[in-house]
């Protein structure tokens, strides 16, 4: 069911739960100090507890009367917020347990998107969002994805449009010495080392670089951030993943009524003269382009009912396609 911003507003002051936009992919969005608000975003996405939710606030002041905000969060903070980054800061007592997944750190983000934005400000009261499907699968970026995840229990969303980024937010974690990037995204550790002028490490990345030591694990209960599990973003399709269309051709695993994939419509090209039918996600391999579209080609193809699906991504390992290999490798099918 699609609503307006002011039955939005209604409806999550009184401790309901509601799909909103954001620049990223839709969030299930409730009252991120209400307790029982926080109890139905788990219960409907069939959250783990060990997995902590994304709080959204409308300012910088907000955020510090949540969180111990410091001079490297107020850096970077000042750099890209509104935007695609979350922070990973000590949390205050105001914070309840159970949006934090027991840590002591809570994660931190203002949005983008500007019905998100006026949600936040005409309530005057923080948000926890989740991505708005069920937990593991692959993330909405439209409104009409949400209905598709979550069927006879779609939450009442807002319709914002496509969203501009289409991949999770990069999560930042701040709360110790060194920091870290627990999950890449569009702000990239080329950018953030920039901005912070010192070296940010990586945690749970799927390409070789070894990962770093988060500095508050040792004080958490769950996961340190959402996105972090080996299998995340998933269809129900079975999943692929080649690094090359050679790869493909002569991994001999395309059956009759397969779906094919390719990030770079010069590959789309190759393949249909073999007799392929393929779906390109940008014509030109934009890594930009490849982020906005992946999820939506996913969960729409998904809905096909195929057999298998195979995705072609030759993109490097870095910056923005990154973040984009960090996504198939935790959809792919183990």
Known sequence: ???????????????DVVALPSETVYGLAGLALNEQAIAKIYALKGRPATNPLIVHVAHLQQAEELCYVNSQAKRVGEAYWPGPITLVLP???SVPGLVTAGNQTVAIRIPRHPVFLEVLTRLNQPLAAPSANPSNR?????????????????????????????LES????????QPTI???????RAQIQDCLQRQVGLFQDPSPDPPAKVGQTGRNQGAPSPGMGS??????????LY?????????????PGDLVIVADGKDATQLDAKGYLTTPLSTDGCPEEVAQNLYGVLIELDAKNAPSMHLIFTGAREGINRAIWDRLYRAETK
């Open 182 to 188: 627990l999950r890449p995204g569009l702000i990239t």
């Open 231 to 240: 299998v995340h973003y998933a269809p129900r399709t079975p999943l692929a």
């Open 170 to 177: 990069t999560v930042l974690d701040l709360s110790g010495d």
């Open 138 to 166: 692959t993330s909405p970026t439209e409104a009409r994805h949400v209905e598709e995840l979550f069927g006879k229990k779609c939450p009442p969303t807002v319709d914002g449009g496509k969203c501009a980024v289409g």
């Open 1 to 15: 069911m699609l609503i307006t911003i002011d039955d939005a507003v209604t409806r999550l002051a009184g401790g």
């Open 243 to 255: 690094p090359t269309v050679e790869e493909f051709l002569i991994s001999a695993k395309f059956k």
């Open 91 to 93: 949390k205050k007592k």
